[in-house]
């Protein structure tokens, strides 16, 4: 099983942007499905977006037209480009191979 370590967070003023990325220990080529999750202080962890190997794409309403997922599978790393981030933005995001294990996260904070 791969081990999952995202980057990229950060503090980031309303309208900016941030990519994530989450590399991957081992090939992702064969991984079927691939998400981006986040958890706000005080709330359920929610998924953001999710890709498919075969490049069948979902996103969490909140972010569709704002938040691009994508995978490269010769670098083994999945990305969540984030633009026009807003302050109900900021949360620790994951990204996870459900159903395996969640790792640390990285803090995203969108605010002034």
């Known amino acids: 099983q791969v081990q999952l370590v995202e980057s990229g967070g950060g503090l980031v003023q309303p309208g900016g942007s941030l990519r994530l990325s989450c590399a991957a220990s081992?090939?992702?080529?064969?991984?079927?499905?691939m998400g981006w999750y986040r958890q706000a202080p005080g709330k359920q962890r929610e998924l953001v977006a999710s890709?498919?190997?075969?490049?069948?794409?979902t996103y969490a309403d909140s972010v569709k037209g704002r938040f691009t997922i994508s995978r490269d599978n010769t670098k083994n790393t999945m990305y969540l480009q984030m633009n026009s981030l807003k302050p109900e933005d900021t949360a620790v995001y994951y990204c996870?191979?459900?159903?395996?294990?969640w790792g640390q996260g990285t803090q995203v904070t969108v605010s002034s």
């Open positions: 996870r191979v459900p159903p395996g294990p």
């Open positions: 890709i498919t190997s075969g490049g069948s794409i």
């Open positions: 081992g090939s992702i080529f064969s991984i079927y499905l």
